[in-house]
């Protein structure tokens, strides 16, 4: 079942979420396997993220890349825990 997630990220700014983007896409193999969808939203006090998965399992594959990464960056660590939902239902136009 597809999930949704919502995680704020006060204190990261644009640039060092771009910085990440870039290694994540470096590496070997396809880390973002399964995001179906995936935005980045600057705020007054940081970054904000949305994803689609196309399963939880495949969220929480990518969480296992993404943080030792984003730790080993500096990257401040979320105030909260990402909010996850299961969707009912996703379409992408033009798809």
Known sequence: MAVFMKVSLPGTTT???DALNTELQ???GD??????AHVCVPTDTG???YDLWES?????????????????RGLPAASERPTVSEVH???IPGS
């Open 15 to 17: 640039e060092q979420y």
């Open 26 to 28: 470096s590496m070997p």
């Open 31 to 36: 880390t973002f396997a399964g995001c179906l």
């Open 47 to 49: 970054i904000e993220v």
């Open 56 to 72: 939880q399992e495949a969220m929480d594959k990518f969480g296992a890349v993404v943080m030792p990464v984003a730790e080993r």
């Open 89 to 91: 239902r996703y379409w």
